[in-house]
């Protein structure tokens, strides 16, 4: 059996980076302007429960790409710090549309 290399260390941060579901966000279709400004969001992960506070505006921008383009042509990427409370800080999400790939010449 080989002996394998063993490293100890510390982090300031983890950074988390989740594909989240956009149905949610579809179904609100839009989000009105005297909504509030910040938008709590709840995600369910293997067993896990993980929250986030969102700025409102982020997700309407997301929720309009989503109606815009179709939920099967864009991922929803939520991204921040996720802290020891199960809460993901500095998060900030965006809808990416999917780029197609160039058809193969014959």
């Known amino acids: 059996m080989?002996?394998?290399l063993k490293l100890a260390t510390t982090a300031r941060k983890l950074k988390v980076t989740a594909i989240?579901?956009?149905?949610?966000f579809v179904a609100l279709r839009t989000i009105p302007d005297n909504a509030p400004a910040?938008?709590?969001?709840?995600?369910?992960i293997d067993g896990r429960t993980v929250t986030a506070d969102l700025a409102t505006r982020s997700v309407r921008k997301a929720v309009k790409t989503l109606t815009d383009n179709g939920s099967d042509n864009v991922v929803l990427?939520?991204?921040g710090v996720l802290a020891p409370s199960n809460r993901i800080e500095e998060?900030?999400?965006?809808?990416?549309?999917?780029?197609?790939?160039?058809a193969a010449a014959d």
């Open 2 to 4: 080989e002996n394998s």
């Open 38 to 44: 910040r938008t709590d969001l709840t995600i369910a």
């Open 77 to 79: 990427i939520l991204q």
């Open 91 to 102: 998060a900030g999400i965006v809808a990416q549309v999917k780029v197609q790939a160039p």
């Open 20 to 24: 989240v579901d956009a149905t949610p």
